[in-house]
């Protein structure tokens, strides 16, 4: 046997894959590890399982953590502050009532999807957590109604919306591998993405809450600072609410349409790509929310600076974990594995559109993370779609951001974020978040294909 594996490496590299992640699950979930540890020590195994250098290991495992937490850190631990800002002041309950007029409405969890959905088109999938997490549990906290069963329309709205639609990395990317037009793919992303949020999300949400086991979501955690504990003299206006809670939106908006009306190296591109950074953008947010929703609403520098400890406390639990996740892809891709799994998809004889579905699909089975899965997908295909004069590269990068989306598991930093921001245990992450990253793939196949019938 261990001769055949030496013979067959490409087996032997997807065995340690599944060896490292089934016993990352044993270990959290049955004998109650910390995640981070799990991690750390599944990495291990998997790298030097692998042949690399152990040193090499520990290197790509920091290096991984790095890279995750240099671009989401800063923007979790300024979207806490501004969260908790954004509930103390009362502004959250403004927003939910006026956004959900009717909160008892069996159309709720669909208006929130599509909430989610323009609020994530010009912002991360992080970004856009950290924005909605305080309006959905103040809205659950106000109406009785299951915090993870209106939490997953929205995870599913920024989701499709992160995988699909330009100018988000991965699609981003892949038009720019594959040449496609930027107009069309965007188009055809939003008659994709937009169907698909709105199908699968709220209506597998709701069924998910109820049987993926949801005791406990919204009850700890980071949540915990959503639970208003001052109160403010006056809540501010709906308007002032929402400008607030949409400024980091607005500055990468802002940002986008300098890079469309102004030269490159310019100034006004140049300071705009400043304030429209997501770490700049959160940061002028969070500094305008101390006068809107603080010293405006009759809080003191002492409140204020206490929302802001309260707010951070809980910030570093999370940022290991997602860091730890990131470290774990690396050395999955150190490793080999993801390249392993792209030419066995590689070889089979299928249509192209479904061809870069599955690549884009193993790539992110491997590697946990959805913009490398388009990025690499669009790579390797890129000289099939040379000899193909009539395929339609734009729908070929939204099958591939489709792919994207499957079974985020353990070794997706957004897999760690999404459990410990709705206070999950891993085996509820996975009946729930997993489950919806898959369904939301393969409708959004469905809907691409049927696009390219009639296209």
Do not use: C
Not at 111 to 131: E, H, K, N, R, Y
Not at 210 to 233: C, I, M, N, R, W
Not at 371 to 399: D, F, M, S, Y
């Amino acid at each position: 046997m261990i001769h055949w594996l030496a013979t067959h490496p490409d087996v032997y590299r997807l065995l340690l894959m599944v060896l490292a992640i089934l016993g990352l699950v044993v270990a959290v979930a049955r004998f109650k590890w910390h995640a981070f540890i799990a991690l750390l020590v599944a990495s291990l195994f998997l790298g030097v399982g692998a042949g690399l250098d152990p040193p090499g290991v520990v290197k790509a495992f920091t290096t991984g953590l790095g890279n995750v937490l240099g671009s989401i850190a800063l923007v979790i631990a300024l979207g806490s502050v501004l969260g908790k800002l954004l509930v103390e002041s009362g502004a959250a309950g403004k927003i939910a009532a006026t956004l959900v007029r009717t909160p008892d409405s069996p159309w709720t969890p669909w208006s929130l999807a599509l909430i989610a959905f323009l609020v994530g088109v010009p912002v991360f999938f992080s970004v856009g957590l950290v924005l909605l997490a305080p309006v959905v549990f103040t809205l659950a906290r106000q109406t009785g109604r299951s915090f993870l069963g209106l939490s997953l329309p929205v995870l599913a709205g920024l989701s499709t919306v992160h995988g699909l639609v330009p100018p988000h990395p991965g699609p981003l990317a892949a038009v720019e591998l594959l040449r496609a037009d930027i107009g069309k793919t965007i188009f055809y992303s939003l008659l994709v993405g937009l169907p698909t949020t709105l199908l699968a999300g709220p209506w597998l949400g709701q069924r998910l809450a109820k049987g993926g086991g949801g005791e406990g979501a919204g009850s700890g955690g980071l949540t915990q600072q959503f639970v208003p504990q001052a109160g403010a003299q006056t809540a501010p206006g709906f308007w002032l609410a929402l400008f607030t809670s949409l400024l980091p939106v607005l500055l990468m908006l802002l940002a986008s349409a300098a890079d469309l009306a102004f030269a490159k190296g310019s100034a006004p591109r140049t300071w705009a790509g400043l304030v429209g950074h997501p770490v700049v953008a959160m940061l002028a947010a969070t500094l305008f929310s101390f006068w809107s929703f603080g010293s405006a609403r009759g809080f003191d520098r002492r409140q204020l600076l206490k929302f802001s400890e309260d707010s951070l406390a809980p910030v570093a639990q999370i940022l290991l974990v997602v860091g730890a996740g990131g470290g774990f892809s690396a050395v999955l891709t150190q490793s080999g594995v993801g390249d392993t799994l792209a030419r066995l998809a590689g070889r089979l004889e299928i249509p192209p559109l479904l061809l870069g579905w599955l690549v884009a699909a193993a790539m992110r089975v491997a590697t946990g993370s959805a913009t490398v899965a388009v990025t690499t997908a669009a790579g390797l295909l890129g000289p099939l779609v040379a000899t193909l004069p009539g395929l339609n590269r734009e729908l070929l990068v939204v099958a591939m951001g489709a792919g994207s989306l499957i079974l985020s598991h353990v070794n997706d930093g957004g897999f760690w974020m999404v459990k410990e921001y709705l206070n999950l245990s891993l085996p509820q992450t996975l009946k729930t978040w997993t489950v919806l990253e898959t369904v939301l793939s393969l409708v959004a196949l469905g809907f691409t294909l049927l696009l390219g019938l009639v296209l």
